[in-house]
């Protein structure tokens, strides 16, 4: 069982008094995952949860009335808070978390968390009935009427779907060439959701090609376009690369008019991404790409070597939330 706090407590049983009900207003649902509860449900299992215990689906696109739900998770505590606002003005609110039940689950905190939504709505579809007839005055009062001091809202800052990344670490690739490329890689991510546009730029060290009985020299430096889509711990990414292959050696030409040559290659990213913590992670990735522009290195009386088509590289880096 999910536990509250004590003011969520109060909140909690003044939602649940009975009412009076009502036709429930147009209600909007806003549902934020921040960091550390990617593998919660997402907003469409919240919705479901919610139906459930309501009868129907309560929620459309705009409404002046909204429920503000926010996950999170740190240092292994999943925490949670409920919000009800109406034409932007703060009418309650419910902070549930899993402290002091270990055992508990994404599934157990949206189940609770549906469990104080529908009781908002409730609270929010009620309204106070025609006011009764005064009572006849007492003349002498036995007991005085104090007055209930009111409950102080806290303003409620709703965290922002956008978030920036950034990488840094290196990367080894094969295929190209006949030995192995080393080189630094560093990344900036930006991220709406689940899905992102990254950047990045890499730069590979001078790599040693035979040329039959001689010997070259090849470099490159590269800028990559990835389209990625995060599934928890997982990534998936499309990948465009553009750059330019150098070449040095003893009586090396390349088959362009200097010895440097255009680099373009397309293909496929996949990324595991570990979180040390809440703002800074591990990702390794694996990348598979196909080589549109093959380059040819030639030694005179010796003989000639080129590019391969395909080319497989493995990257770890340190990732870090900006904002």
């Not at 806003?30 to 949860?49: F, H, I, K, N, W």
């Not at 696109?61 to 998770?73: C, E, I, L």
């Not at 295929?175 to 990254?198: D, I, K």
Request: contains cysteine.
């Amino acid at each position: 069982m999910l536990g509250i706090g004590p003011r969520s407590a109060i909140v909690a049983a003044l939602l649940a008094a009975p009412r009076l009900a009502y036709a429930a207003p147009p209600t909007r649902l806003v549902y934020v995952r921040g960091p550390g509860a990617d593998t919660c449900g997402d907003e469409q299992a919240l919705r479901s949860a919610i139906a459930s215990r309501v009868g129907r689906d309560p929620f459309v696109s705009a409404a002046p009335v909204s429920v503000v739900v926010d996950v999170n998770a740190e240092g292994g505590t999943l925490h949670g808070r409920v919000t009800v606002l109406r034409d932007g003005v703060e009418r309650g609110s419910q902070d549930i978390s899993n402290r002091g039940h270990a055992d508990a689950s994404c599934e157990d905190l949206l189940a609770s968390i549906a469990l104080s939504v529908s009781i908002a709505l409730d609270a929010e579809s009620e309204t106070p009935g025609p006011p009764a007839a005064p009572p006849a005055p007492l003349v002498e009062p036995a007991v005085p009427i104090l007055p209930v001091p009111a409950l102080a809202e806290a303003p409620v800052a709703i965290p922002s779907p956008w978030a920036l990344w950034a990488a840094l670490g290196g990367r080894a690739s094969y295929g190209a060439w006949a030995a192995p490329a080393f080189g630094p890689a560093a990344l900036v991510e930006l991220r709406y959701q689940r899905y992102g546009l990254a950047l990045e730029g890499r730069y590979d060290f001078w790599t040693p090609v035979s040329v039959g009985s001689a010997s070259a020299s090849v470099q490159r430096g590269t800028a990559t376009l990835l389209p990625c889509g995060h599934f928890g711990w997982a990534a998936a990414c499309g990948l465009a690369a553009v750059g330019e292959t150098r070449a040095k050696g003893d009586r090396v030409s390349v088959s362009f008019p200097v010895q440097t040559a255009p680099y373009a290659a397309f293909g496929a990213r996949l990324g595991v991404d570990v979180a040390l913590r809440p703002r800074l992670h591990l990702l390794g990735t694996l990348d598979v790409a196909g080589i549109a522009t093959p380059m040819h290195l030639q030694v005179a009386g010796v003989g000639t070597t080129g590019s391969r088509p395909v080319e497989v590289s493995l990257g770890l880096s340190v990732l870090a939330s900006i904002y």
